[in-house]
């Protein structure tokens, strides 16, 4: 299986900072890799596939980045919207495997 | 709309069975893969299975097979799980999940609750 590894696992941060958070896979899942957005309570909500494809809808802020074993999920400028916690997602092979999640909390 | 809506979820006893329902609607049914994800409360996500569109093939995580068995009717637009010898682990809130290209999750449902304890 392949292991996704997300670092931090949780990051403080105030409204209108830049935030990035890595998604680390344990072999290379060339662009197969998908992120989502989670508020308590709620299902995930589907933010961007294939590392960087922006899913219709999505606030142009967030964009994704990366290739390989190696990707980023970028926040331009937190709005107060976005504090939640944050998945990606292998789909290079099955099973799917998800990383741990970081928090986004304010500050 | 696409719109998935769980049900079913609740209290069950260790070895226990329970079944979980997926209502579908807004979308053509019969053309997508779906598939389960649940979530431990304060845990992550964790795949636990899919069906292809026509039911014809199924696939599972090594910790629910030869527990769990995925199923679908098309003419209902209905997923479903039929989940047997359930372990405290087992709970967890369960969605079902729409897959595009059998890969990524571009529609979840809201979960339903599964809590395995005597």
């Known amino acids: 299986d392949i292991q996704m590894t997300q670092s931090p696992s949780t990051l403080s941060a105030s409204v209108g900072d830049r935030v990035t958070i890595t998604c680390r896979a344990s072999?290379?899942?060339?662009?197969?890799l998908a992120w989502y957005q989670q508020k308590p309570g709620k299902a995930p909500k589907f933010l961007i596939h294939k590392a960087s494809s922006l899913e219709s809808g999505v606030p142009s802020r967030f964009s994704g980045s990366g290739s390989g074993t190696e990707f980023t999920l970028t926040i331009s400028s937190l709005q107060p919207d976005d504090f939640a916690t944050y998945y990606c997602?292998?789909?290079?092979?099955?099973?799917?495997?998800f990383g741990g999640g970081t928090k986004v909390e304010i500050k | 709309e696409v719109q998935l809506v769980e049900s079913g979820g609740g209290l069950v006893q260790p070895g226990g069975s329970l079944r979980l329902s997926c209502a579908a609607s807004?979308?053509?049914?019969?053309?997508?893969?779906m598939h389960w994800v649940r979530q431990a409360p304060g845990k992550g996500l964790v795949w636990v299975s899919r069906?292809?569109?026509?039911?014809?093939?199924?696939t599972y995580a090594d910790s629910v097979t030869g527990r769990f068995t995925i199923s679908r009717d098309n003419a209902k637009n209905m997923l479903y799980l039929e989940m047997n010898s359930l372990r405290a682990e087992d709970t967890a809130v369960y969605y079902c999940?729409?897959?595009?290209?059998?890969?990524?999750?571009?529609?979840w449902g809201q979960g339903t609750l599964v809590t395995v304890s005597s």
């Open positions: 999940s729409r897959v595009q290209y059998n890969s990524y999750f571009d529609s």
């Open positions: 807004g979308f053509t049914f019969n053309t997508y893969w």
């Open positions: 072999q290379s899942i060339s662009s197969w």
């Open positions: 997602q292998q789909y290079n092979s099955y099973p799917l495997t």
């Open positions: 069906i292809k569109s026509d039911g014809s093939s199924a």
